[in-house]
Structures are given as structure tokens and as C-alpha cells.
């Protein structure tokens, strides 16, 4: 008796064992740091001297900081404009679902922007917008307009930045979307053929409801992608000009490393966390859901 | 098969996607051809505008030469190899285990623990930035290879455990129980039994893993800061700052630095879209 109770404590302690070490580096280095990041906020503190608690202090500054609106509307834009990798890898990926010779070549060079680290992205589009010999001026030239210096205008920077980070994330969502459709239901596609459903109707009526699970996915990377918008912003214009390309992300970066705000710059983070959260806790519920039935 | 196949359709339709299949992914690779191009220029040619145009001169072999002879872009290589290649195996490693507790043993708390490898997945690096900065400088790991080893094994260890407990979920049973009744410890069939199986999985798991920490430029810049252990990444955009106008320089680094993972994806694509899509059928 004695050897089974002993034997069956120590076959529960087993899942654990084989969990510890993730556990506790995963704990270390990302859950535990979550919390300290909210608790630093509530500080001033410049990284190396002592914390004053000033309880929401920094989240009052950050009301009245004109750069905290502008890097809120800018992750705004982020996530208006990226989306639209969504519908456009649908589109790429019907475009390219066809049996013709070559085609796995095309899709791996369609797909492959994606492996391209964003700072490599940042500089070949740095150099396709480049005001004086870059290639987007010469396209605009043939149609008689003057050079646009997309990256120094204030106003069109932004854009000029999502344009190059919907170029990998297209990538991206096409495949997902090739995989989906190469999964759909033959039975289907068929049956609805034969009640006469075809082009548009047989795509939003057929197609696009069994392309769901793609789709939910694509959003999801898509919205996270969107809110970790830095790398682009920073090897492109560094926030400038003036600021104006700036996103939250990037912000917080700015504030505790150049400007040693560390209390300041775990506001911002805090901010961009809890709406994060709200995409987190979607997709956890979802996925949970479809775990337990 | 939707869209219907081009074989049945019209002639002119099968002409004109044939046609349009190589123009579309030629527009779509122009920004990269452009980089491409000015790679191979002189600068006098880049001043002259000669943007499109045959290279007055070829500097292919001068100018790649140059990125590695006067600049660290070799160390940075190497660097990016060193932080990459151990990350890779830790961070499956550790995963596997995990990811098989997850997936064959039923215990209170499974759930959560999973929900909360999956979540810690999403969170925006800059949460965590500020005190994994600090616990990094108290360690005296700051501006060492181990800083982004350590850090980046910790992070990816989330999303490869919940890539190996859903490829574990689905490995028979009745597997393990036979084992047991063999009277196989429970360290056996994790080294008999699971590790052979995931084999599969490790080669997708294992080729994003490299993708994802080749690419990292964030904690590049917040966990190190010399010369001697900068990624490639932090590297390239160092460089930037120094070759100011050089294109032809800029461009033939960022094309070194690129070359790995778009090799290591056109070697192993299947593995690699394999391990991306995953969950894209289902969930």
C-alpha cells in the first residue's frame, strides 16, 4: 500500500517536472516582468537612481503628451491599414491557387518577403521611396508628377511606412489562405455547383465561410503585427519627421532609452499591453473553446 | 477546387493568366530587385541616377568585398549564428518536454498553464522590456551573447510549447500505455517514445525558430550594444548610420544579411509553411 500511494504521488509530480524548466524561464523572463512593468509605471524613476511613487502620475502626463496621441492615432492607422493584408493575401492566394507549371515557384516568391527580417524590408523600401534616384519617383515621373519625399512629409510618412509592412505581412496571409483553400471540402464546392453558385456568390457563400479558421488566424497575426509595429518605424524614420511616424511601441522605446524615463516609458508599455489584452483574452477564449469541443 | 481550375476555362483566360503570373510577381519583387540592382553599381553610377539602367560598371565583387573588409559584418554574421543556433535548441528542447506534459497527462491546471504559455506569446515586447533590461544588467549578462540566448530561449519556449502539444495531442495513446505496462519510467517513453515521433515537427518548429530570432532587431538593440556581440540586424542598421548615402553598400549588406534565412527557407519551405499554417485548417 505504502509503495502505490508512493508511486502514484510521484506520478503526479511527473507533468511538472517536465514542465519546470520552461515554466520558470517563461515565468522569469515574460510573465513576471508584466507585472513589473505596470508596478514601475506608477513611478518616476530614471533607471538608475531611486523610484518616487507617484501613484497614476505618469498616466496623467500621458493624457496631456501631444506624442502619446499622435503614437495612439498612428497604431490607429496601423491597424486600420494592415488589415487590409487580409483581403488582399485572399485575393493573391485565389489569384495563385491554380495546377500550371511553375506555380510552386511563383507562391515561394510571392511567400518569401516574409523571411525577410522588417530592418532589411525597412531599408528596401527606404530606397524605393528615396526622393532623388529611388524607384517609386521614376514610376511617378512617367506620369508627369514631381517627386513625392514620402518618408520626410509629415503627413504621408505613415503610410508610406504601412505600405512596407503590408509587403511581408501579404506574404503572410496568403499562405495562410493557400493552405486554407487547398483544405476546403471538394463535396461542397460541387454540391454548390451544381445549384448553380458560381464566381462571387460560390466565394462569399461557399468559399469564404469554410476559410474561417484562415481567416480568424490571418486577423489575429495581422492585429499583433500591427500593434508591434516598431522595426519598420525605427530603421525608416526613426519616429521623425518631427514625431509624426511614431507608434506606441516605438515611443516607449524612445522615452526609457534616450530619454530615461523609465517610469514614464512603462506607462506607455502598460497602455499598448492592455490593448493587447483585449486581442489576447479573444483568442485564448476562442482557442480554449475549440479545445474543449 | 475553387477558383475553377484555368485548364477548364477559355483560351484567351488561360493566355492572359499565363501571361499575368509572371508580371504580377515581377511587380511584386521590383522594390527587392531595386536593392538587387544598386548592390552590383559604383557609387558614381548611383550619383549619375542610373537607377535602371545596365551598370556602367560592374562592382558585384568590389563592393561585397568592401561590406566584409571594412566593416564587422563578418562578426555580425557570426554573431546572429551564435545566438540563433543555441535558442533553436533550447528553446524545442525545453518545449517538447513541456509540450508533452501538456498534451498526455491529465492534472488540475493544464488548461491554465497552456492558456498561459499561449498568451505570454502576444504580449508586446515593451512590457517586458524594462525589467528584463534590468535583470539582465544584474546578472552582468548585458551586452553578452547570453543575455539574448537566455532571453530569446524564455520567450520562443511559449510559442514552441504550444506548437508541440498540439502536434503531441494527436500521437496514439494506446503508445505510452503499452509502454507502461512494460514497465517503462516515465523519462523513457519521453526519450523512446516522444522524441523519435516529434522528429516531424522539430524540422518545422526549428526553421521559424531561426526565422523569427535571425530577424529580431528589438532586443538587438535593448540587450547589447558592442561591436562584438550585435546581431546582424542591429548590425545593418548600425551601418546605415556610417555609409549615410552609400547605397551600393547598404544594399549589398542587407542582401548578405538576408541570404541565411531566405536560404534556409527555400531549402526547407515545406517544413516551414508547415509549421506557419499550422492552425490555419483548424481552431
Known amino acids: 500500500m505504502q509503495e502505490t500511494s508512493g508511486q502514484s504521488r510521484w506520478h503526479a509530480l511527473t507533468p511538472w517536472l517536465f514542465m519546470l524548466p520552461a515554466m520558470l524561464l517563461f515565468a522569469v523572463y515574460v510573465i513576471i516582468p508584466i507585472f513589473q512593468s505596470i508596478w514601475i509605471s506608477f513611478f518616476d524613476w530614471d533607471g538608475i537612481g531611486d523610484k518616487v511613487f507617484i501613484g497614476f502620475g505618469n498616466y496623467a502626463e500621458l493624457l496631456e503628451d501631444p506624442q502619446f496621441w499622435t503614437s495612439l492615432w498612428n497604431n490607429v492607422l496601423w491597424l486600420i491599414f494592415y488589415m487590409l493584408a487580409v483581403p488582399i493575401g485572399l485575393g493573391v492566394a485565389l489569384f495563385l491557387n491554380q495546377q500550371v507549371l511553375g506555380i510552386r515557384a511563383v507562391k515561394s516568391l510571392f511567400f518569401f518577403p516574409f523571411v525577410i527580417s522588417q530592418v532589411i524590408v525597412g531599408v528596401v523600401f527606404s530606397w524605393f521611396y528615396d526622393p532623388s534616384s529611388g524607384l517609386l519617383q521614376d514610376i511617378i515621373g512617367v506620369f508627369g508628377f514631381e517627386p513625392l519625399p514620402i518618408l520626410a512629409s509629415e503627413s504621408m510618412a505613415t503610410y508610406g511606412i504601412i505600405a512596407a509592412g503590408l509587403w511581408p505581412q501579404i506574404a503572410y496571409t496568403m499562405i495562410l489562405y493557400l493552405t486554407g483553400l487547398n483544405n476546403l471540402s471538394p463535396d461542397q464546392i460541387e454540391a454548390a455547383r451544381m445549384d448553380g453558385a458560381h464566381g462571387w456568390s460560390m466565394l462569399w457563400k461557399v468559399i469564404i465561410p469554410q476559410l474561417r479558421p484562415a481567416t480568424f488566424i490571418a486577423v489575429v497575426v495581422t492585429v499583433i503585427g500591427a500593434l508591434r509595429s516598431f522595426d519598420l518605424v525605427a530603421t525608416m524614420t526613426g519616429g521623425g519627421p518631427y514625431g509624426s511616424t511614431s507608434v506606441l511601441a516605438f515611443f516607449m522605446y524612445e522615452q526609457s532609452i534616450f530619454s530615461y524615463r523609465m517610469g514614464y516609458g512603462a506607462a506607455i508599455a502598460t497602455v499598448l499591453f492592455l490593448l493587447m489584452l483585449l486581442y489576447i483574452a479573444f483568442f485564448l477564449w476562442r482557442m480554449l473553446r475549440a479545445e474543449r469541443g | ?283
Open chain 2, 1 to 283: 477546387m475553387f477558383p475553377t481550375p484555368i485548364q477548364q476555362t477559355s483560351r484567351l483566360t488561360q493566355i492572359s493568366y499565363k501571361v499575368a503570373l509572371p508580371l504580377t510577381i515581377l511587380i511584386w519583387l521590383l522594390p527587392l530587385a531595386a536593392i538587387m540592382m544598386t548592390s552590383v553599381r559604383s557609387i558614381a553610377d548611383i550619383n549619375a541616377g542610373n537607377y535602371w539602367g545596365w551598370p556602367e560598371q560592374w562592382m558585384l565583387i568590389e563592393n561585397y568585398t568592401e561590406v566584409f573588409a571594412r566593416t564587422n559584418m563578418g562578426r555580425y554574421l557570426l554573431n546572429s549564428v551564435l545566438v540563433t543556433v543555441p535558442v533553436m535548441i533550447f528553446s524545442v528542447g525545453l518545449a517538447t518536454m513541456a509540450g508533452f506534459a501538456l498534451a498526455k497527462y491529465k492534472f488540475t491546471g493544464r488548461i491554465a498553464i497552456f492558456a498561459v504559455f499561449i498568451g505570454g506569446n502576444f504580449v508586446p515586447f515593451q512590457i517586458l522590456m524594462i525589467p528584463v533590461r534590468d535583470l539582465t544588467i544584474q546578472t552582468g549578462l548585458y551586452d553578452t551573447i547570453w543575455a539574448l540566448i537566455i532571453f530569446h530561449t524564455a520567450f520562443q519556449t511559449g510559442f514552441c510549447t504550444l506548437f508541440m502539444r498540439n502536434f503531441i495531442v494527436g500521437l496514439p495513446d494506446e503508445l505510452f500505455e503499452s509502454c507502461r505496462l512494460e514497465g517503462a519510467s516515465e523519462w523513457q517513453i519521453f526519450t523512446k517514445i516522444v522524441l523519435p515521433l516529434v522528429r516531424p515537427a522539430l524540422a518545422a518548429l526549428s526553421v521559424l525558430i531561426f526565422t523569427f530570432i535571425w530577424n529580431d532587431y528589438f532586443w538587438a538593440l535593448v540587450l547589447v550594444q558592442s561591436d562584438e556581440v550585435r546581431p546582424i540586424t542591429a548590425g545593418i542598421s548600425a551601418l546605415r548610420g556610417q555609409w549615410l548615402a552609400s547605397w551600393q553598400l547598404i544594399s549589398a549588406g542587407s542582401i548578405v544579411a538576408a541570404l541565411p534565412p531566405v536560404i534556409l527557407f527555400f531549402a526547407m519551405q515545406r517544413h516551414f509553411i508547415a509549421g506557419l499554417t499550422l492552425g490555419a485548417t483548424k481552431g
